[in-house]
């Protein structure tokens, strides 16, 4: 039985591992660029996979695929009949260059769907609308008291921003359940910008996004370079000036995954995971074999001479 862990100021309790499901969009505009089309029966495998292992949670947005990746998780859902009502999805609101009225004007799309599946968390994708984060907060907490969404998350926020959303929440009787934000062994920046120290103070759980950074930390680019040339030019470009400074992690998950009888990519997941309780992590999932990756970590510990092996290899790297 999985574990299942708080998210920050909610009633959500999620596995450590979730789906981000960005990957059902894919098919037609800046999505198929890093995206293939997936199948009905792929997604479908997929949701039923995660729910049957002990995943619950599945997380989308607005902006992936015009709501077409929410659509997508519902039909999915729809298709498992009495599993699916195990299912937390937490979508997005697209921030970007919108006002904060913008939020309640299209809440009922994201409601229509994701139909007839509620919305748990409900996150501002990032911090580049027009309004204030009061304004934004403020509207976030009418969807929670009006009965659209049970939590408030936001992604990519700093530590200031955090803060203010916070205090703007707590004065409606809320909290933040969380905050989304890259990181993993090769991204460790929140450990010393603020984000990660703040997060605690306030109490606030963290998502970490690309845990798996784009596939690089399952090491298959590094054993096989030439699958770099089956990848569309913006993400094998960013994956090849990655490649050979993230040698030395790719090592050290090597060897430790072979002393549990594991995969690289589990192992890296167990790592983030075992940050601590207020960590969850969200790999993306085109294919039924990224489910598993996300299982196993979940039902593999680290011994403490582990970690501290990821951690010294993995410690200075994230500004490379």
């Known amino acids: 039985m999985i574990k299942l862990r708080k998210l920050g100021h909610s009633d959500l309790e999620v596995s450590p591992i979730g789906v981000g499901v960005m990957q059902f969009a894919g098919g037609s505009g800046v999505i198929q660029a890093v995206n293939p089309t997936l199948s009905e029966e792929t997604r479908i495998e997929i949701v039923k996979t995660a729910l049957e292992e002990g995943i619950n949670w599945f997380d989308t947005a607005e902006l992936y695929g015009a709501g077409r990746s929410e659509k997508y998780l519902a039909e999915a859902l729809d298709a498992l009949g009495e599993i699916s009502k195990r299912a937390i999805v937490a979508t ?15 809440i009922q799309e994201r409601l229509d769907n994701l139909a007839p599946y509620s919305i748990g968390l409900y996150q501002i994708h990032n911090s580049k609308s027009f309004s204030s984060l009061i304004a934004q907060m403020n509207a976030m907490a009418d969807l929670v008291k009006d009965g659209n969404i049970r939590a408030v998350g936001v992604s990519n926020f700093n530590s200031d921003q955090m803060r203010t959303s ?155």
Do not use: C
């Open 92 to 106: 997005k609101w697209s921030s970007y260059l919108r006002f904060a009225g913008n939020i309640k004007k299209t």
């Open 166 to 320: 916070q205090d703007v929440l707590e004065k409606r009787g809320l909290g933040l359940a969380s905050n989304q934000v890259h990181y993993n062994l090769l991204n460790r920046k929140i450990e010393y910008n603020g984000v990660l120290e703040t997060a605690r103070e306030l109490g606030i759980s963290l998502i970490a996004w690309a845990p798996l950074e784009s596939g690089l930390l399952t090491g298959k680019f590094h054993k096989n370079p030439e699958i770099l040339s089956r990848i569309p030019t913006v993400r094998r470009k960013r994956l090849e000036k990655k490649l050979e400074y993230s040698r030395p992690v790719i090592e050290a998950l090597d060897g430790i995954a072979s002393k549990y009888g594991s995969e690289p990519a589990q192992v890296a997941l167990s790592w983030l995971i075992q940050q601590g309780e207020d960590f969850v992590a969200v790999p993306g999932a085109s294919r039924v074999g990224h489910v598993a990756e996300g299982i196993g970590a979940m039902n593999l510990t680290l011994a403490a001479e582990d970690l501290d092996r990821l951690n010294e290899v993995s410690r200075d790297l994230s500004g490379s």
